[in-house]
């Protein structure tokens, strides 16, 4: 594969999901997206925009309503879900929210198992891969221990390392970050700008952190189901610039709030400063506009 070759590919792709036979919610709207080989791509929007089932669309675990999906140039979009299940195992890397991990497996059998079930690797080839991947990550000395036995980072790791296992054209990521604490979030999202460096791994990110969306290389938007270009991102933003209260009825009943909270607290025998405080941030707002 050349560094600029596409890996995913979606051509007008929609998504309707019926609630009932008349009432139906467009989860995406004619959606043209290219990933190239290489990225990290980041995709961003509010709860209800429509990444989840962009991300489920890429990973072929949902189909369009209408469009296209094509993946390492292959058009996977009518293929049956036999042959889904095997591209998914030989072709793509997943790592969720909640790690995903099996909990009766340690972490080297949890990194082993892709492997093995694609049938190309022997036991002792798989052993031998998911202790190098697990040092990759940099977990190797909890090779042997269950997921209840590891910290949300170390469990996330762990997921990562079985993500890669089969060499993956590429690794869709669903909040990776959203269940761990700040320093392995920062552990993880090194992970991730150094595998992309060093060694080309491609990224589908999905998040609403703004850390994780830093190391992007790009950051596609939705809203309402549709990617949001630059342009139409200026025109939101021009359009929620505009004040649609009237500020000076919003003013005045703060104001009488503070009077009233006032007489409260003189009644109790309260230290008044703290409305005094918020009364002269009223009045320095009201001297500036």
């Excluded at 977990?139 to 762990?158: C, I, K, M, T």
């Excluded at 990224?203 to 309402?224: C, D, K, P, Q, W």
């Excluded at 009237?246 to 230290?271: F, P, W």
């Amino acid at each position: 594969m050349r560094s600029d070759e596409e890996v995913i590919r979606l051509v007008n792709v929609s998504k309707r999901y019926y609630l009932s036979s008349s009432v139906y919610i467009d989860a995406l709207i004619n959606v043209n997206l290219t990933i190239r080989m290489g990225e990290i791509a980041i995709v961003m929007g509010p709860s209800g925009s429509g990444k989840t089932t962009l991300m489920n669309i890429m990973g072929t675990l949902d189909k369009p309503t209408s469009g296209r999906v094509i993946i390492d140039g292959v058009d996977v979009t009518d293929a049956d879900e036999k042959y889904l299940s095997k591209f998914r195992l030989e072709r793509l890397g997943f790592v969720f929210q909640q790690y995903n991990l099996i909990s009766q497996l340690t972490a080297l059998e949890n990194v082993m198992l892709p492997m093995l079930l694609t049938g190309k690797y022997t036991k002792d080839e798989a052993r031998e891969k998911a202790r190098l991947l697990l040092d990759l990550v940099g977990v190797g000395e909890f090779a042997n221990n269950r997921p209840s036995q590891l910290s949300g980072g170390q469990q996330q790791r762990v997921a990562i390392a079985r993500a890669l296992a089969n060499d993956p054209s590429f690794i869709i990521m669903d909040e990776p970050t959203g269940s761990i604490d700040l320093a392995s979030s920062y552990l993880i999202l090194d992970l991730v700008k150094l595998l992309n460096k060093a060694i080309g791994v491609t990224f589908v990110i999905a998040t609403h952190n703004m850390e994780v969306a830093a190391i992007g290389s790009r950051i596609i938007y939705l809203r309402g189901g549709r990617i949001v270009s630059e342009s139409d991102l200026a025109r939101i933003k021009e359009e929620f610039s505009k004040l649609r209260v009237d500020q000076l009825t919003v003013i005045k009943s703060y104001l009488r709030i503070l009077d009233l909270e006032e007489k409260r607290l003189r009644r109790l025998g309260q230290d008044l400063g703290e409305i005094e405080r918020r009364r002269d941030l009223v009045n320095s707002f009201i001297g500036s506009t």
